[in-house]
């Protein structure tokens, strides 16, 4: 680990801000019954959920605002049906997060419309003056309202500037598998089917046994988010897209879209896609990955995620990641041009109950306004400090922590403190151009390989590639119920893992769908948009 590394001005003045608050060294304070308990449902915080006490972090929270959180962990591949049984049984947690408006999936939109219709989550106050920062949060979102005109969602925004989401779809690889066979950067999508069957079939690791896979993706929602920028850039989060007349339709009906099943039956057929892809869940392909079983990871190049897959590794290896693993350049697709990922401004929301009581409400808006602040920032990202780290005499952070498997602050903290992906995640205000930078402050936090991989991923979108342009309007705009997105993401699915022709796979499930009224649903939702504009 870093220890001792120079920090920034600005994050000095924020772990500052912490010691000068005055907060405790530790915080272990007990729950006292008269506290208020108040749930709070996120993706896979299993560890603290099972937890019989709250870590330090909970417990500094639960001391400062007068509550007792009750954690409820949603599994990521299922979550939506979950909260959807919650809500009709009207047992929501009191806060949760979900991805409903900023979803690519018309009926995730949908859904949103029918929690506002039934009442199962509670509009936030228009009066936010004494919650400044959450005010000023939902005053850069302000179109994100229910039908009924109250705001309901705290958006989650995600980068400043729109070449960084770039890093929302990237390919890490084997570098050092690739130097062994001695193959290229991919120029095309036959040299990437190459490289991914290569990497299955050609015992790339020189250890004489057939258990090396080529390709895969850590969620399968995600599946060739990187990779179909070379073959259909618009069709790569399967989202709808508009035509030349200015109407919306989802880019799955496209014909390039039929590029996308050929090439993913191929990349199958090889062996280069994972022959278990559509079985294995997150966790399992990204340990496929630190544990040489893998030979590419379609992932994030965000530096905090490239940190937590180094966490991995380290536990795993004794090699260093930042000598065998790298982040693959987009190859040019059909028209000569590189594009990259582009995503909505925010990702996910979090939503409060209707069975919230007021007492509540005011707990949750001010730990909101709270998590939002520097000062809450500065909790989050540094830990408590004294405790976890302290500034030194020459204004340099000092990490506390000691971890064999981490190189970074910020994964240590994350081994510490089981509540961290919620609070972190919760209430944010998103990254900066500075989180992609070589900095002091990223490489004590996150490490150098971390820092460095994550700014030649982005200098590399930035300098040669096309951002994909999304309607992004449209796409959150609250649509019909339907289950055509789903449904089409499914078809495809079979048609990769199918024996029949793939492309007559493919236009049977599309025929099934325009027999179900796909063409009516696509002009009722072009219809009410234009309606609500």
């Known amino acids: 680990m870093n220890k001792g590394m120079q920090i920034s001005a600005g994050c000095l003045a924020l772990a500052a801000s912490l010691l000068l608050a005055g ?34 972090l909970t417990a500094f929270l639960e001391e400062k605002f007068g509550f007792a959180a009750d954690a409820v962990s949603f599994n990521w591949n299922s979550y939506q049906q979950q909260y959807k049984i919650l809500a009709t049984a009207g047992d929501l947690p009191d806060v949760f997060t979900t991805v409903f408006l900023s979803s690519s999936d018309a009926d995730n939109t949908a859904a949103f419309n029918q929690m506002v219709e039934n009442g199962s989550i509670r509009p936030i106050p228009e009066d936010l003056s004494e919650y400044p920062n959450l005010e000023a949060l939902l005053e850069r979102f302000e179109g994100l309202r229910g039908s009924d005109g109250h705001r309901y969602a705290i958006p989650h925004p995600v980068f400043e500037e729109p070449i960084l989401s770039s890093s929302d779809a990237a390919m890490l690889v084997r570098r050092d598998w690739m130097e062994n066979l001695g193959l290229e950067n991919p120029e095309s999508i036959e040299d990437f089917i190459r490289l991914a069957a290569a990497f299955a079939n050609e015992d790339p690791d020189g250890n004489g046994l057939d258990d090396t896979a080529g390709y895969n993706v850590n969620s399968l929602n995600a599946l060739g988010k990187w990779v179909i920028l070379g073959i259909a850039p618009e069709c790569n989060v399967y989202s709808w897209i508009e035509a030349d ?41 990204v340990d496929d990955f630190v544990s040489g079983r893998l030979g590419a990871l379609e992932f994030k190049s965000s530096v905090n995620a490239l940190a937590e897959l180094e966490g991995l590794w380290n536990a795993k290896n004794t090699a260093p990641f930042a000598e065998c693993v790298d982040v693959l350049p ?9 594009y990259s990922n582009s995503s909505n401004s925010f990702w996910s929301e979090t939503y409060i109950s ?62 510490k403190y089981p509540s961290l992906e919620l609070w972190m995640n919760l209430a944010n205000t998103g990254w900066g151009r500075d989180s992609f930078e070589i900095s002091q402050e990223n490489c004590f936090l996150y490490g150098d390989a971390a820092a460095s991989l994550a700014k030649k991923a ?47 796979m493919w236009e049977a499930a599309l025929a099934q769908f325009y027999d179900q009224g796909l063409a009516g649903y696509i002009t009722r939702q072009n219809i009410l948009y234009k309606q609500s504009r």
């Open 23 to 56: 907060l405790p060294a530790s915080a272990t304070g007990s729950r006292q019954s008269e506290r208020i308990e108040i749930s709070f449902g996120y993706w896979d915080i299993d560890t603290m959920a099972s937890s019989q006490n709250p870590d330090g």
């Open 245 to 285: 007349d200015g109407t919306f339709f989802p880019s799955w009906l496209t014909e390039e879209f039929h590029d996308v099943v050929s090439v993913y039956r191929t990349l199958y057929e090889t062996g280069g896609l994972d022959p278990a892809f559509c079985t294995k869940n997150p966790a399992a392909v």
């Open 330 to 338: 987009i190859f040019p697709a059909a028209d000569g041009k590189r």
């Open 354 to 415: 209707s069975s919230v009581t007021d007492e509540q409400l005011s707990i949750i808006l001010s730990l909101m306004d709270y998590l939002l602040s520097e000062e809450g920032s500065a909790l989050y990202t540094f830990g408590i400090p004294e405790e976890d780290y302290t500034v030194g005499k020459d204004g340099a952070l000092v990490s506390l922590l000691e971890s064999e498997a981490s190189s970074s602050h910020f994964e240590s903290l994350r081994g």
């Open 458 to 504: 982005l200098d590399d979108c930035a300098r040669n590639t096309i951002q994909v342009s999304r309607p992004y309007d449209f796409l959150t705009f609250p649509k019909e119920h339907a289950s055509f997105d789903a449904d089409a993401f499914d078809a495809f699915i079979q048609c990769i893992i199918g024996t029949e022709e793939p492309l007559e």
